[in-house]
Structure formats: structure tokens, C-alpha cells
DNA sequence: GTCCGAATGACATACGGGAG
DNA sequence: CTCCCGTATGTCATTCGGAC
């Protein structure tokens, strides 16, 4: 016997799966990791959401439609992932944001994550993993906590603690060596030269970050032995902004040699083909050269 | 082999916003 | 107003795979 409508392929379940972890994807995210045209993921989406898989809506100034799993999705990929439900930590509560800062943002974070997993198989790399900035853990007290969430303290003002959440945390491994980097997406709107606010803050976060060492409890996450430093990846808008950014930053004081581990690119660069080329600047203002990660 | 349902690509169509 | 473009859906022919 079989069951009217379409029948849920491996591919389908591979969607949902993504759309769960990548939590929100837009219709050409869903295009570029599985189909060959928006026709036939429009279709497919079309079917998947008939089924009550998933659903889809539409964002003000966001040109694509928005997809997110729906109850039966959430089975599905319980299944998939042999997990409960309950661990899955899927609500029907889940809801469709609206705010256009917010998903582009979220979205842009996407193209990134999509980005390095479409490519990185091509070059010899691998993604062993990525936690974005929402994923969550529950404290000992039952509290939803930010799993990527650090504080340090201000190696210059050890009264100081800085507080931060990356946009996301991932490493890739290449032979045996295992490489760490935190993303930030800026949408360029933040405030570039406050030192407690915007840019400037992360970047302060980052330069200590470097110096306490902290960042090695990402081995038990990423399974490796200790990493040898760390990259944070600045996406943003501009080269103008990328140059006022490292203006800053120079005039900055603090050591040198950690500024050379904050690199900055255009989110133009954000896509399967140039991700891994020359893409990079250091905020070191002296240093013009182009780096790549990987 | 045939039959049937599902998936897909090619093409057509409807709708709406923006430019001219 | 018309025209164009992008989104989204509809129709048709073909292909694929499983049941018989």
C-alpha cells in the first residue's frame, strides 16, 4: 500500500533537517543547497508544505519567501537526527519574524554557513562544525542560556568585563590541524569607534579573548586538540567601512600582534566561489596583504 | 513486458510593483 | 497608461522506479 501525495525522499528529509539547524531559510538558501532551479524547489517546498512539514511566509523588503519546519517537520527530523522531540527543542510556538534588520542579519549569517559548507568539500576542508549565535543550552537552574555567550575580563582594567556573543562559532580541519573562527555579520549600522558599544566592543572583546585563552573550550565542541589562536571574521558592507574599522582599530591600543587575527572582508565576498580566495584583510592597518581561511 | 504515481523540466500564465 | 521583471502557480510531456 502507499500513502497518497508525495512520498518523503531522502532529500526531503535532508531539508528539513538543514531547516531546523539553519532554523529560518529563504527559498534560494533551500535552491542552492538542494535543487537545480527555483521552479522545482518552489514545488517542493510547495509539497513539504502541504504535508505540514514546513512553512513558508513572506517578510517586508525581504526579496525571498522564508521557510520554517512545522510540526511534521519537526518529526521528521527527530527521526533523522534519532533524537526525541523533546531534545530537538522544537516548539510550535516557533513563530515568522517580520523585522527586516533581524533577517537579513539571519540571513546573511546563512549565506555564510552555506557558503562554506557547499565549498569546502571541494577544497579539502572540513566543516566540523558550526554553532550559531541562537543555539541555546539549558543551565543547571533549567534557564536557556546562549551556548557561545563569553566573558572576559579586560586584560588593561581587570575591573572591566566584556561580555559578548559571536554570530557564530565554527572550525575547519585540514589533515589533522583544526582551525577556530567566530563570525560577526555587521549590517554596517552599528557605531564603529565606542569602545563599549558596536564595533569597537567586539573587536575589544576579541583582542582579550585572544590573550586569555579561553576560547580552548571549543576543543570538547569541535573534538580537537588545542587550537593555536583563533580568526574573527568581520563581514561587512563596505571597503570604506572596512577601512574606517581598521583606522580605528590601529589607533586602538593595545598589543599589535592580536589585531592580526581579526580579519575583515565585504559580504560580496560571502558566496560558494570566492569564500575561500583572497578575501581577507587584517585589522592590522599595516598589513595590506589578502589572506584566505583554510 | 505494462501500469501507475511521483518527480522533473520546459513552457505558459497570473499577479503585483516599479519605471518610463 | 503600458511594459518589464520577479514571484508564484498551472499545464503538459517525459522519465524513473516499483508493483503486477
Given at each position: ?16 533537517v538543514d531547516?531546523y539547524r539553519y532554523r ?57 537526527l534519532?533524537l ?25 549569517v546563512n549565506?555564510f554557513r552555506i557558503a562554506l559548507s557547499l565549498t569546502c568539500p571541494?577544497?579539502?576542508l572540513s566543516l566540523t562544525g558550526f554553532i550559531p549565535e541562537y543555539f541555546t543550552e ?8 546562549k551556548y557561545i555567550k563569553d ?14 556573543t559571536p554570530d557564530a562559532v565554527f572550525a575547519l580541519a585540514k589533515n589533522q590541524a583544526t582551525g577556530l573562527f567566530f563570525l ?31 576560547y580552548q573550550r571549543y576543543q570538547t565542541d569541535f573534538n580537537c586538540n588545542p587550537f593555536?589562536g583563533f580568526r574573527a571574521l ?41 569564500i ?17 581561511i583554510g
Open positions: 500500500m502507499t500513502a497518497p501525495g508525495p512520498i518523503l525522499t531522502e532529500r526531503d528529509s535532508s531539508i528539513l531547516i529560518y531559510l529563504s527559498i534560494s538558501q533551500i535552491m542552492q543547497l538542494y535543487f537545480p532551479s527555483l521552479q522545482t524547489t518552489y514545488r517542493r517546498l510547495r509539497a513539504l508544505t502541504k504535508l505540514g512539514m514546513v512553512k513558508g511566509y513572506r517578510a517586508p523588503n525581504i526579496p525571498d519567501s522564508i521557510y520554517y519546519l512545522d510540526g511534521k517537520g519537526a518529526e521528521v527530523v527527530a527521526q533523522a534519532k526525541s522531540l523533546e531534545d530537538l527543542g522544537w516548539h510550535r510556538t516557533s513563530r515568522s519574524p517580520k523585522d527586516y534588520y533581524f533577517l537579513q542579519h539571519f540571513l546573511q549565506d571541494s577544497v579539502a539549558k543551565t543547571h537552574q533549567g534557564e536557556l542560556k566573558i572576559v575580563c579586560n586584560i588593561h582594567n581587570p575591573e572591566e568585563h566584556i561580555s559578548h560577526e555579520v555587521d549590517r554596517g549600522t552599528e557605531v564603529i569607534s565606542d569602545e563599549n558599544k558596536g564595533v569597537l566592543k567586539s573587536v575589544k572583546f576579541y583582542l582579550n579573548y585572544f590573550k586569555t585563552g579561553s593555536r568581520f563581514v561587512t558592507t563596505s571597503a570604506t567601512r572596512i577601512a574606517n574599522i581598521r583606522e580605528v582599530i590601529s589607533n586602538f591600543p593595545f598589543e599589535e600582534k592580536p589585531k592580526r587575527f581579526i580579519w575583515f572582508t565585504e559580504q560580496k565576498n560571502i558566496n560558494p566561489k570566492t575561500f580566495q583572497d578575501i581577507w584583510q587584517t585589522a592590522d592597518a599595516e598589513d595590506n596583504n589578502r589572506y584566505r
